[in-house]
């Protein structure tokens, strides 16, 4: 037990100084733009800025959420106007003032580009806006995300299967080729976790979304998990009948911890149990099937071996999490191996020391994949968490040991 804590206070200095000098650092000096408002698009891995490049809803609200998060926690006034930036950009440019929600997509300037309403953009701005009231006070933030909440809910809530459909128009139209992927499915694995994730943190200011919370935790244990293999089904007709039999390592690691803060904020002590037996399995399934000899994990693969091999950032981050919150949970040893396994994967391969932030991953051989510093899928949101919630993870562990 001393060899562990002594790794854990290691670990724990290690990734607190990856977040305040590094990742967060990153979008204050490089991310603003101060000609057309809000944040660059696109920045390359060697930092050259895509001025006239497209503003996404996801990096958007991400970034609000990652600032209001690290400012609610760490109480660093650097945080705030990063995230009182997003929250403003958000409201005056992404909000739809006609129909409601957000929009999914703007040009550079700001204007609408894709006006699509998909459920998982409108729940991450759930997400971000709770965070952000939960770090200001904000009512205004407050209001803004219930009304987000109760769109969602009248718009795109499958009333006679359960679950979310994928999204529709900016009219809030249902469509059948709403997708986040080229997999075109009336569901998805990817849209109900953030739902989930979205109002389990609604939930911790408002009660508005307690049943509704429960619920969505009830459809990824009936109808998107497996319980013949421990990993989630990704793509569903309308009736919850999977399209194929493919994995996501990273989404299977996220959910496993996801599921029990879902559990832990409804404070209900039989869900809590049954999150907890699930998170175990799912975490024990991606530790042996997932991983490669190094301790980093692949994107994805199938009962019949992988599909993709890449190790991109986002898995490596959500491993760190879901690895040590099944060790808490099991105390078994491997876990733990795992996460900090997947920490040194990041520190070797994935953290940029030159330009700072991390790159979007590397191959099997090693070779940085270039897909920008940030852009539409890219934002400090699953490094910025995994820094904190292992910090703080870490600490309750050292205390109860």
Partial sequence: MNNIIDTAINYQSEVLDELVHNILPFYIEHAIDEKQGGF?????????VKADAPKGLIQ????????????????????????????????????????????????????????????????????????????????????????AYRLIEEHFLDTVHGG???????????????????????????????????????????????????????VMVDHVIDPDTWHFKLHFDADWRAHNDHISYGHDIEGSWLL????????DAMLIEQAKNIAIKMAQATYDEGRDQDGSLFYEGSPRGLLNP????????????GFLNAYQISGELHFYKASLQAWQ?????????????????????????????????????????????????????????
């Avoid at 099997?364 to 899928?377: L, R």
């Fill in 40 to 48: 660059y698009g696109f920045i390359t891995n060697n930092l050259a």
């Fill in 60 to 147: 958007n609200s991400r970034l609000l959420w990652t600032y209001s998060h690290a400012y609610r926690l760490l109480k660093n006034d650097a945080y705030r106007p990063i995230a009182d930036r997003a929250y403003s950009y958000l409201l005056d440019r992404f909000w739809d003032v006609e129909n409601g929600g957000f929009y999914w997509m703007l040009t550079h300037k700001g204007k609408p580009l894709d006006d699509s309403k998909l459920t998982y953009g409108q729940a991450f701005c759930v997400y971000a806006l709770t965070e952000y009231y939960l770090a200001t006070q904000d009512a205004s933030a407050l209001e803004k995300s219930l009304e």
């Fill in 164 to 218: 979310y459909i994928e999204g529709g128009s900016r009219d809030w139209v249902p469509s059948d080729k709403a997708s986040l992927d080229d997999a075109v499915a009336t569901k998805s694995m990817n849209t109900q976790l953030h739902v989930l994730e979205a109002y389990t943190n609604l939930v911790r200011v408002h009660q508005d979304a307690h049943k509704r919370l429960q619920a969505a935790i009830d």
């Fill in 260 to 267: 029990v803060e879902a559990a832990e904020v409804l404070n």
């Fill in 310 to 321: 890449n190790k991109d950032w986002w898995p490596q981050a959500e491993a760190m999490i």
């Fill in 345 to 401: 994967f990041v520190r070797n391969y994935i953290i940029d020391k030159k330009h700072g932030e991390w790159f979007w991953g590397v191959t099997p051989d090693g070779k940085v994949i270039d897909q920008g510093k940030t852009g539409p899928w890219k934002s400090p949101y699953h490094n910025a968490r995994t820094c904190l919630e292992v910090h703080r993870r870490l600490k309750t562990l050292m205390i109860d040991d």
